[in-house]
């Protein structure tokens, strides 16, 4: 692991029921918040995927 990312970000799509259920975020939690781009996302993923 390189590092973390904890900032929610709003998917451009509604969260299925099956991931609420695994991680329990909901569409509520993650309102308002900016819609991540995956260039933000890439950088904490290895290897990078962008």
């Known amino acids: 692991m390189l590092d973390t990312l904890s900032q929610p970000h709003q998917?451009?799509?509604p969260i299925p029921p099956k991931i609420t259920r695994?991680?329990?975020?909901?569409?509520a939690?993650?309102?308002?918040?900016?819609?991540?781009h995956i260039a933000e996302v890439a950088p904490?993923?290895?290897?990078p995927s962008v």
């Open 44 to 47: 904490f993923s290895d290897p």
């Open 29 to 36: 939690d993650v309102a308002g918040h900016p819609s991540g």
């Open 11 to 13: 998917p451009k799509k």
């Open 22 to 27: 695994l991680t329990g975020i909901t569409d």
